[in-house]
């Protein structure tokens, strides 16, 4: 359930302020994209880079860890 809350506030906000939150992975390079949420149902959804399958941080923990 936390997965897709994450993902409805994710969705509301690219609407109005852009992509959030962004890759701390990616954005030395220059390569600007958000973070998606794995697994969207489940237990125990992260904060995870698509591209590189890092997992950033646990939903609900994402100020604590960048």
Request: charge should be negative; proline fraction near 9%; hydrophobic fraction near 40%.
């Amino acid at each position: 359930m936390a997965g897709l809350v994450a993902q409805d506030v994710q969705d509301a906000l690219l609407e109005r302020y852009g992509r959030w939150p962004l890759c701390p992975v990616c954005t030395a390079g220059g390569d600007l994209h958000a973070l998606d949420v794995e697994p969207e149902l489940g237990p125990d959804p992260h904060w995870v880079c698509g591209k590189t399958a890092v997992a950033v941080a646990p939903v609900g923990s994402l100020g604590t860890t960048l």
